[in-house]
């Protein structure tokens, strides 16, 4: 069967197989194996395979925005009124989808937050089998400590915890800061996989270096310490500075501007942060994206197998999801689910480019061989 974004519905094809009706004697035993199935804790397949093994991927979550403009303010409130400390761990206020159930989840495998640290607190340390990063769409002040590295937290930084390493993040000013959580607790939660230990009250090490000692040591490009030779299964670069990300993506806009193949698609630029040590994702079970658009450009409609998480880092643009139009600006959040179409466009005469984060659980669906992606007129 080619992958496509239609299909018949299981019902369908069997209303068109449909066999006699049952005789009042066929009923009656059929009524009582439905009952002895019960008993015995058995669901019959001919039942159930139109939610088991639908056509295309038919997924509970919903596309859904969450506004920057709402929840930065919540977060706020919640800073005054609810503390810091052992036990609750973070003042992480999680995207919870509709679709969902009242999970806090953003997806099936996807976690995403607010998180909001006050003037000179301090986040305990931890750690957890769970995969973390996190993403600065404004404000600076706030380290976080991993395995005892002090890292700097900027905007437009994205900073690495992967599983099973203590961390901590610490406010050395006098104002808030907020930023965006991402952690695949979905999925290791469905797994039964989940780990969690407490560490230190404060954190291990208070220093407010400029740069990490992990960036002084992996974060030179193209270039790779002979003493860390070996692949590790989390990129060991704690923090991608938004300087190398920002410089990537104009130099593709401008090599585009003299003729060079170097964008996605017409101005549209992108990059994958990735692990140096073997050239693919950063973790995992997340993988990690930054997307620049020129004003007035658009993507083609897209369809993919596994879900992503997205946040504007600046500029002002809309997404198309499943077919509604739905405006975007500075620190809006939106969701799409598997196999739900989506589609972006920067603001026509913007004089910014579209910025926008991704993460997603692409690298999941890509071990075991479950990716898919579907383009109008370009995927059979």
């Given at each position: ?57 038919s997924p509970k979550a919903v596309p859904h925005v969450w506004r920057w403009s709402d929840l930065y303010p919540l977060a706020a409130r919640a800073?005054d009124l609810v503390p810091v400390g052992r036990g609750g761990e973070r003042r992480a206020i999680a995207l919870a989808n509709p679709g969902l ?274 383009t109008e007129g370009r995927t059979k």
């Amino acid at each position: 069967m080619s992958i496509s974004a239609e299909n018949p519905t299981h019902e369908s094809v069997a209303a068109g197989q449909a066999g006699p009706e049952p005789t009042p004697e066929e009923a009656a035993q059929l009524e009582q194996l439905y009952r002895d199935f019960d008993t015995e804790n058995l669901i019959p397949l001919w039942t159930e395979i139109g939610d088991l093994m639908p056509m295309v991927p038919s997924p509970k979550a919903v596309p859904h925005v969450w506004r920057w403009s709402d929840l930065y303010p919540l977060a706020a409130r919640a800073g005054d009124l609810v503390p810091v400390g052992r036990g609750g761990e973070r003042r992480a206020i999680a995207l919870a989808n509709p679709g969902l159930a009242g999970t806090p989840y953003a997806t099936p495998t996807l976690w995403a937050a607010i998180q909001y640290l006050g003037a000179r607190e301090t986040a305990p340390e931890h750690r957890h089998s769970q995969n973390a990063f996190r993403f600065v769409v404004e404000g600076e002040g706030v380290w976080t400590v991993v395995n005892g590295d002090p890292v700097a937290m900027r905007r437009g930084d994205f900073l690495l915890t992967p599983g099973w390493n203590f961390h901590g993040h610490h406010n050395d000013t006098d104002q808030p800061m907020a930023w965006i959580d991402g952690l695949d607790i979905p999925f290791v939660n469905y797994a039964d996989a989940g780990f969690f230990e407490f560490g230190t009250e404060r954190v291990t090490d208070e220093a407010t270096p400029h740069i990490s000692r992990s960036e002084r040591l992996w974060a030179h490009p193209g270039l790779r310490p002979l003493s860390g030779l070996e692949d590790t299964t989390n990129s060991p670069i704690a923090a991608y500075r938004w300087e190398h990300t920002d410089a990537a993506l104009r130099e593709q806009l401008l090599l585009e501007d003299e003729g060079h193949p170097a964008t996605v698609s017409q101005g549209h630029a992108a990059i994958r942060y990735s692990n140096p040590t073997t050239g693919g994702d950063v973790m995992p079970t997340i993988r990690a994206e930054f997307h620049r658009l020129r004003a007035g450009a658009t993507t083609e409609p897209v369809r993919e197998v596994g879900s992503s998480v997205w946040q504007v880092f600046e500029g002002t643009g809309s997404v198309v999801l499943n077919g509604e139009t739905r405006t975007l600006e500075k620190g809006d959040l939106f969701v799409v689910p598997s196999w739900q179409e989506w589609s972006l466009q920067a603001e026509t005469g913007s004089q910014t480019e579209f910025d926008l984060f991704r993460f997603s659980d692409a690298p999941i669906f890509e071990r075991l061989n479950f990716n898919r992606t579907y383009t109008e007129g370009r995927t059979k």
